[in-house]
């Protein structure tokens, strides 16, 4: 029997790829009435160019392949987002299942191991959305974003009708408006996407599932300053406005986006704000108790590689500090090991160590996760040494740390 192989899947296999997506995620739909593969796109004469350059649009099919029988599949995303004052590419992993019969046979190593392969050189980080924490966690990823779900009425949202500027429909011809408003926003903030034209058009103004949204810009001084995308949705007893994502580039801005949903009292029961744990809803009304909040946890990073990941950001210009980090990773042996870092003038230069170079007494001692959420931003050095998996030689090198790696507003990633 032929050894399974991880690659990608030619334009011929996408209808296999759709199979086991469908059985992963929505079996209780039923098998398909044909077996047969669905057409690589609308035109089946259509070349494997042409078809990979449709797919592209919405991310590149892998697999674990054996004896022509796609086992397992994954979906690869390409994203850039801020990060420490710089814009670094991101990887995505997404829809990653694997067919009843060939579970528990290592498919999901080989669909994770794979992935890091053939990221490494491009991105520096990948991230996922986990359908269960604990399984990617073997694997080196982290939590690194948390995710806050508001839901009220739509009057406790009425003290910022009177912020300035106006509200107006845009469609998805008018995505290029909001650039300017997610550059403004991602000054202060880290991991917000820098979306293209295709993401904005059928992930931001539609849902996954293609049901377009509600979007609306807020215009002040001639220029865009807000905007917030939305569904109304009903269950039969409660009618509901559902806004997934916004983006403003100041507090007034903000006011005037939530004093539009409150002009919906009419119409809908509640409000229902997700995607917001990096501004508090509880401090800007001016009643807290009328607004239910749960925090939730968020996607999943990961470092693809430590020296590309430490070279990507920029660190305080005033610093200049050479610290050795000893890594653990069991899944990617490249990053197992030690590593020195030089920091000067805003700028880290990082090198693995050889075996005869490696020190007896590194600075920090730390898992591949942990390293992640220091280097997101996600956890200061304190709270890496009490929840995570960080050991410091000194507390002078914990002060050292502190200084490279200072804490930062960590946004949720767009669902992919």
């Known amino acids: 029997m032929a050894s399974p192989e991880f690659r990608r899947?030619?334009?011929d296999e996408h209808g296999a790829f759709q199979r086991v997506v469908d059985y992963a995620f929505s079996a209780?739909?039923?098998p398909p009435s044909s077996d047969e593969p669905a057409p690589a796109d609308d035109d089946s004469a259509a070349t494997d160019d042409q078809s990979t350059a449709a797919e592209d649009d919405l991310g590149r099919r892998f697999g674990v392949v054996a004896e022509d029988t796609v086992r397992s599949v994954c979906t690869h995303h390409d994203f850039t987002v801020s990060l420490r004052d710089e814009w670094v590419p991101l990887a995505g992993l997404a829809t990653l299942a694997t067919l009843p019969e060939y579970r528990r046979q290592g498919d999901g190593r080989r669909l994770v191991e794979g992935s890091l392969d053939?990221?490494?050189g491009d991105y520096p980080l990948a991230a996922l959305w986990p359908f269960d924490y604990g399984y990617y966690e073997q694997f080196g990823w982290a939590m690194a974003t948390k995710l806050a779900t508001y839901t009220c009425p739509p009057a406790a949202l009425g003290f910022g009708r009177d912020a300035p500027g106006t509200l107006r429909r845009i469609g998805p011809d008018d995505w290029a408006q909001l650039q300017a408003v997610d550059e403004a926003y991602a000054s202060d903030r880290d991991l917000v996407v820098r979306r293209d034209?295709?993401?904005w058009r059928q992930r931001i103004f539609q849902t996954i599932g293609g049901k377009d949204?509600?979007?609306?810009?807020?215009d002040r001084d001639g220029d865009v300053h807000g905007y917030i995308t939305y569904t109304v949705e009903s269950d039969g007893e409660t009618r509901r406005l559902v806004s997934y994502y916004s983006g403003f580039t100041d507090y007034d801005a903000y006011r005037g986006l939530l004093?539009?949903?409150s002009n919906h009292d009419s119409q809908v029961d509640e409000v229902r704000l997700y995607r917001t744990a990096d501004s508090s809803l509880l401090d800007a009304v001016p009643d807290p108790g009328a607004v239910e909040c749960e925090i939730?946890?968020?996607?999943?990073?990961?470092?693809v590689d430590v020296v590309d990941a430490l070279e990507a950001i920029s660190y305080p210009e005033d610093c200049t500090e050479t610290v050795t980090l000893a890594v653990s990773d069991d899944t990617a042996e490249w990053n197992d090991g030690q590593f020195e870092l030089s920091v000067s003038d805003g700028r880290g230069s990082c090198s693995r160590l050889s075996e005869s170079d490696a020190r007896s007494d590194p600075d920090a001692i730390l898992d591949v996760g942990t390293l992640t959420q220091i280097l997101v931003g996600f956890n200061a050095v304190d709270e890496a040494r009490t929840f995570g998996d960080l050991r410091v030689a000194s507390e002078d090198v914990a002060r050292r740390l502190s200084t490279l790696f200072p804490p930062r507003t960590v946004?949720?990633?767009?669902?992919f």
């Open 28 to 30: 209780e739909d039923g």
């Open 118 to 120: 053939e990221w490494r």
């Open 213 to 218: 949204r509600y979007v609306y810009a807020l």
């Open 197 to 199: 034209e295709q993401w």
């Open 259 to 261: 004093g539009h949903l």
């Open 296 to 303: 939730h946890s968020g996607a999943m990073v990961r470092v």
């Open 9 to 11: 899947l030619s334009a």
């Open 411 to 415: 946004c949720p990633l767009d669902n």
